[in-house]
């Protein structure tokens, strides 16, 4: 019996994020870890936002949204604070 392959996330989407995940490592090697850790802060609230705006269907659904939109937001204030106080070379 073959399995149906229903995929959440698209091809594109997936590359996008390998891609970003790239440019925020070679920004960290060659710019300054700090300004890697300000993307990865960008990105955690961009996901926050993604996930208010997707559909229920879309969207990855193990959790509450709420839950997910509250914890990623924390994550990236989390991760904006550190990147702009913290001394990391």
Do not use: Q
Request: net charge positive.
């Amino acid at each position: 019996m073959p399995m149906s392959h229903n995929h959440l996330t698209s091809r594109g989407v997936a590359v996008a994020a390998l891609a970003a995940v790239w440019v925020l490592v070679l920004l960290s090697l060659v710019v300054s870890p700090a300004v890697a850790v300000l993307g990865m802060a960008v990105f955690a609230l961009a996901g926050a936002a993604a996930r208010t705006a997707a559909p229920l269907r879309r969207a990855f659904v193990v959790r509450e949204r709420a839950v997910d939109i509250v914890v990623l937001s924390a994550l990236g204030l989390a991760l904006g604070y550190l990147g702009l106080t913290a001394a990391l070379g």
